[in-house]
């Protein structure tokens, strides 16, 4: 027997679950409660779990004002693996990590953590902050390529934007539109928070990316299907075009890259290959390994929960 042989126990890669051909997909998100936070889940889903290197979307919409804790409070935490690209629709968020950086991210500006071989960072809304909290966080992918490699981190106060008719988008990483984000891609892969009018616009896309669309407020129809806010609208490969119909004014954030290498194993704040790399990541966490530095932070840390496949004596608790 040869050739690769597929079972239950090992799901597509990237490159096996793209659709090579248009397709208009819809995956509703998931909800979380963070406090009084409702968090709405794009990306992984069961069907989906990547598109291009994007393998992570959380819409948090403003939340029931807390005045002792507002907006976003998360202490602490680890990363490996993967880049973090923090985008405020409203309010502001103050970031610290393990290389020093402290970083208040605003509307317009983009915080991009990259975690290599490990990194940890803190996210939390100042309590000076009146404005409610409105933000998304998005995940991309490390390739085999750079996830070994050195952690780092971005601001980019100054994006590019591309003007249509009755639309403005906002480049975020990579390339679209003929614009060109500063950001570090370590894949081809792009993201841009798109503002529509009312009406029709067409965007170009690249044949060769998968593409998808979040609408985070308004509603659209594409291919004849209408979709409103946080769902995964996946439109595969082999576009050089998209026409987005707005039914009102509309945001929308649209993701393409071309399939991913592999199939990330994810798990907690954790993207690897392997259960191996996930109990080494765990245990250095855990343990408060050098691999993780300290955080400039008044919160918590967070503590990783256990990886469900470990056995009892392998865990560990935070000293
Ligand atoms: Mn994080």
Partial sequence: MSGPVRTTDTPPDGREAAVALPVVELTPSKTAQLGTQTIHRSLPTRLRRTVGAWCFLDHAPPGEPVPSAPGVQVGPHPHIGL?????????????????????????????????????????????????????????????????????????????????????????????????????????????????????????PLQRDHEHAVVVVSGSITVDGTTVGPDVLTYLGLGRDELAIEAHEDTRLFLLGGVPFETRPLMWWNFVARTHDEIDAAYRDWQTGSDRFGPVSSTLDIVPAPTPPWMQQGETFRRP
């Avoid at 106060?157 to 906002?170: K, M, Q, W």
């Avoid at 390339?175 to 993201?191: C, P």
């Fill in 83 to 203: 880049q973090t690209v923090t985008w405020v629709l409203s309010g502001e968020v103050v970031h610290t990590d393990s290389l020093g950086s402290e970083q208040t991210i605003r509307p317009g500006e983009l915080n991009l953590m990259t975690a290599g071989n490990g990194i940890a960072h803190a996210e939390q809304t100042p309590t000076s902050s009146s404005d409610d909290v409105h933000l998304i966080q998005l995940w991309v992918a490390q390739p085999d390529r750079t996830r070994d490699g050195q952690p780092a981190f971005e601001h980019h106060g100054e994006l590019p934007l591309v003007e249509f008719e009755r639309a403005r988008a906002t480049v975020l990483v990579g390339r679209f539109a003929g614009a060109s984000s500063a950001a570090r891609v370590d894949t081809d892969h792009f993201g841009a928070d798109l503002v529509l009018d009312r009406g029709t616009t067409v965007v």
